[in-house]
């Protein structure tokens, strides 16, 4: 997600005024509703460590994966949007292939938060947000032990959300702590919501994890799996991650894989770094030069593989390059309407409308024309710090989170909207490394028991 930040945001007032009157949408216009195993016991290619025969189960090679914090930069549309729920219903009128890209600036604070008090902090605000993850047995009734598919559904889940944002728990670089077991009991509970869920790295063999753990549950399941690179490194973690998707793509075949996603926030984290803010400058070209080539390789390896699967790229929804817009096959946006300090009442129209805007009428400027989808969206629950609880004019809180998914969620699939929401379970990493808001973002606490929320029922 995304790094620890204030919540000041540039005025884009201007921008908000050159909005028709006729397309600002306001959220109250919208109608809204009513058996334990281990990362080593899967099954790999020989290329893993070069012994066994292929097929043979294996010591998985367990290079480790970093969801370095994710940042994004959202404009503030102060003020109240104004309109039917018919222009947020309906699907987004044809546009011209002028490009109106928003590139919005902004500081992001970041502030790290000591591992003690963060937990304290924690613990006082929320027990359950801080237990441990691996509670499989308590949060999933499995009839047989011995086969993942048995699992009873949970009739309070229902599979509403065109897709979820997930990462395993402990799948952070260097100490990869994620197991089996575990992403096991994550797509049971997970295949409940959705049929697509969307990974942001491979490192801590998270994508054969997945993958077979959606073999033995033997759910409907599709990942978009990923290459999370970083701009500094001469291409290390880059390097790194390819290997293990090339295993997990020799192991696993692409049945249950939607594409690869290479780079999230890549060019907004560049920028940042450069003390720049236009992903089109020549700063943000420079940093596309990059990016592109882990691209370029990542096309190379599949076609050497004989693989066809679609090659994208995420960032925040107002930083994509159009070099490497081009050059993909599908783009996601990060769009968080708690960052653009927009009201809970306001945000699923104002997420909608933003995606239009900036993502949707980009794409269909490029010559390539790549699908887009929301890779983010969603709205916090809590915070390690009274200063962080608001980003102005709401409250992080499972009451407000249940407005956003309430006024969100079926319209978007009402009206086609391709989006991941943000995010499956609170992640107690962030909370002790970043702090505010940062781990508070799942539907499920880290303890995998669900919030204090009703889960839309509508198809995805």
Known sequence: MSRYRDNSQPDLQDYYDSVPPARRLSGNDIPSHSPTTTSNDIPLSPRMDGNPAAGESTTALNAPYTD?????????????????????MEKAPPKSKKTRYIVIGGLLLAVLIGVGVALGV???????????????????????????????????????????????????????????????????????????????????????????????????MSVVIANYPIATDDGAAYERQALVIEDALTTYGTDNIIGVTVGNEFILDYLDDNDATDPNSDVGNTGAEILLGFINDTKTMLSNMSIS??????????????????????GMANVHPWFANVSVDDAAGWTWLFFQDNDVELAESLSNNPSMSIAETGWPTNSTDAGNETNGPSNATEANL???????????NANGTEYYFFEAFDEVWKLEEFGGVEGYWGLFYSNKTLKDITIPDCSS
């Open 122 to 220: 924690v613990l006082s605000k929320k027990n359950s947000s801080s237990s441990s993850s691996s509670t499989s047995s308590s949060v999933v009734n499995q009839t047989d032990p011995n086969d993942p598919s048995t699992f009873q559904k949970d009739s309070r889940l229902k599979q509403s959300f065109y897709g979820l944002a997930y990462t395993p728990a402990g799948s952070q670089y260097p100490d990869c702590g994620n197991s089996l077991d575990d992403v096991i009991t994550d797509i049971q509970l997970l295949s409940q919501l959705t049929t697509r869920i969307r990974l942001y790295g491979a490192d801590c063999n998270q994508s054969a994890l997945v993958l077979e753990a959606i073999k033995q549950t033997k759910v409907n």
């Open 402 to 412: 249940q407005t956003f998914l309430d006024t969100f969620v079926c319209q978007a």
């Open 309 to 330: 699967l679609s090659v994208g790229n995420a960032d925040a929804g107002s930083y994509f390059n159009d070099l490497v817009l081009e050059d993909v096959d599908y």
């Open 68 to 88: 370095t914090p994710r940042r994004q930069h959202f404009g503030d549309r102060r003020g109240e949007f104004q309109a039917t729920n018919d222009t947020w």
